[in-house]
DNA sequence: ATTTTCATTGAATATTGTTTTAATGATTAT
DNA sequence: ATAATCATTAAAACAATATTCAATGAAAAT
């Protein structure tokens, strides 16, 4: 009674996870659908069967990340400085264990720099903004005396967009050797500047 | 005699300020010409005249970026460790004086990600790549214990990548909070480390 | 066993994008 | 003042991509 069924959900999983490859390589205005069909070994035609569009593939995805763990690094933390660093680890560890969820990462990233996504999607992608999010925690670590002095928002920004760029770079490229997330706390941890 | 030049000498300009302004935001591929010509308010058949093509608009521009500045923050310096605080402030000066330096700065990263370039421009790129460069310095400063432990290629790419992503963040949107270059050192130095 | 469903394809069509061209008129050179 | 040059445009030709469609056959339902 399944075997139609469940060489139909493999597909569906083939075809996310080729174009998921595809649109953070090329990016998602760039990725052709013949790009896809060619990964795939699937007729073009048979894409639009599964996909009624590029960009239903892409909207697709990008809700696959928005309810998946991606967006969810919310441990139970110390301190403000403690919430980095787990949050650091925790999507470092995801990427080693799990590529598909990396590369959704980066596609999440990716889309929230590009301005022409249909509204609901910009909408939901602006509520999960990790850096907005974050400024005020450092706020909070700042007042402990933890985290060091400095713009909030530069001191956000410096934290994930490393993030953000070196899991762009395990992504696309995945034998590269990772950091120690503890570095990237550094950037942070008040006690070692010079003014 | 020069009205003329002149005016095809600031249309050259023009076309080459705006190719790159929407290169870096949409990226190569995903770049249109009619997305220049409404830029610029120039006619497509315009563009041609000027430059042959696309893709010899974008070679100009990556061509001027070899030659100019952005690739050369080699700097006196006193160690290693000094040598990437130099390159870091000197980046985010040249940002900070010259928009147009910065944009070329995101371009030439972006190419270098561009799998489908000419090969000439490809191994020009490949010689200028200071990842690779800064490697042998980072082990240099670990020799000398002011630089942490840990693989190299990692923390080359720590401090890179996160300068890069950085600098994207500001060609894309100038009105950001700049980062004190010293943070992004804590990176790298040696002395806070918990293991 | 027959009918229905539906995954699959390749080709047709529609859309979008690139490049070339011929015509125009304003500047420059003579 | 006349001729030559050449920046400029709009439209034509060409090319690539996206999307739809009708036909096929194999699985599922009856």
Redesign the interface.
């Known amino acids: 009674m399944t075997a139609r069924k469940e060489q139909k959900e493999k597909r569906r999983q083939d075809i996310l996870k080729a174009g998921l490859s595809i649109f953070i390589r ?2 998602y ?2 990725t052709k659908i013949n790009d896809i069909a060619e990964k795939t070994g699937m007729s073009v035609g048979l894409l639009y069967h599964y996909f009624g569009s590029i960009q239903l593939l892409h909207e697709e995805l990008i809700n696959i990340g928005l309810s998946g763990r991606t967006g969810q690094y919310f441990p139970q933390y110390d301190d403000p400085l403690d919430y980095f660093l787990k949050a650091a680890k925790h999507i470092f560890d995801m990427a080693k264990a799990d590529h598909f969820t990396a590369e959704l990462f980066v596609l999440m990233n990716q889309a929230q ?1 590009n301005p022409n996504l249909s509204n609901s999607i910009k909408g939901k992608l602006e509520q999960n903004n990790v850096i907005v999010k974050s400024i005020e925690l450092i706020e909070e670590g700042q007042c402990q005396g933890i985290i ?1 002095k ?2 909030p ?3 956000a ?2 934290f994930w ?2 993030i ?3 899991m762009e ?1 395990i992504a ?1 490229n995945p034998d ?5 997330p ?3 706390i ?2 942070l ?1 008040a ?5």
Request: hydrophobic share 35%; aromatic share 8%; proline share 6%.
């Open positions: 090329k990016g205005e760039a720099r060091r400095g713009n928002m530069a001191l920004l410096s967009l490393s953000q760029a070196y770079m696309l590269v050797p990772y950091p120690e503890h570095w990237l550094d950037l941890k006690g070692n500047d010079q003014n």
